[in-house]
């Protein structure tokens, strides 16, 4: 009987039996030197109101709604481009060899085609608070799966390249993943990870993560 999971209830000893997980530190990586980021004027402009806005905001206090709101859903909408579009509340599905994983994600930056989500390219988990909160990091792991197989549906390249963070309060953690083997009975997913990113000081840094994931998506698509 194939194994059924979903993102948030797996544990980080499941999830090390059906894929091989190859861990990275916290790092400086390729994919966090976006020194050389464009950032437009009037890009600059709503940055600066979104940053000015959020040093007023208690967002260790208030709730995971207004938090989304007030900081996260702003600073991903800024990052959209031609057909990548920002998401909320998205159901994803997938069915690996062995096991299937499924699940609602709290938001995703990805292609739309037809008014549809087609390929997700960035995936976001808004860390619970209180009894209901958990190790995001396992859950984006299982989300970063999901996605990648989704992609891999379309295009069949090896390994898919996913990237996700996680947000707790207005500080983001990103994280970089390759999954390949998708069609075998034990895929492998490399992570790696980035540094804390605290949006009320460096919504600019954030801004510029997204900016350079989702360029290089429209400039390949």
Not at 98 to 106: A, L, S, T
Request: hydrophobic share 40%; aromatic share 8%.
């Amino acid at each position: 009987m194939t194994k059924k999971f979903t993102f948030s209830s797996i544990t980080l000893e499941e999830l090390s039996k059906i894929v091989n997980l190859q861990e990275g530190d916290i790092d400086d990586y390729e994919w966090t030197n976006i020194d050389s980021v464009p950032v437009e004027t009037e890009e600059q402009r709503d940055l600066q109101s979104l940053q000015s806005r959020l040093l007023k905001t208690p967002t260790h206090l208030i709730n995971e709604a207004t938090i989304w709101s007030a900081a996260i859903y702003p600073l991903l909408s800024l990052a959209t481009q031609k057909s990548i579009r920002v998401w909320a509340q998205v159901p994803l599905q997938a069915k690996y060899v062995n096991f299937d994983i499924e699940g609602i994600v709290d938001g995703v930056l990805g292609k739309t085609v037809g008014g549809r989500l087609k390929t997700p390219y960035v995936v976001v988990v808004e860390t619970k608070k209180g009894v209901e909160g958990q190790n995001p990091v396992v859950q984006l792991y299982a989300q970063l799966l999901a996605a990648a197989h989704l992609n891999w549906e379309v295009d069949s390249h090896s390994p898919q390249e996913i990237f996700g963070c996680y947000t707790i309060a207005d500080i983001w953690t990103f994280v970089r993943a390759e999954v390949e083997g998708i069609d075998t009975e034990l895929p492998t997913m490399r992570i790696e990870f980035s540094r804390e990113y605290m949006e009320k000081t460096e919504a600019v840094t954030i801004f510029k993560i997204l900016k350079n994931i989702v360029s290089k998506q429209v400039a390949t698509t």
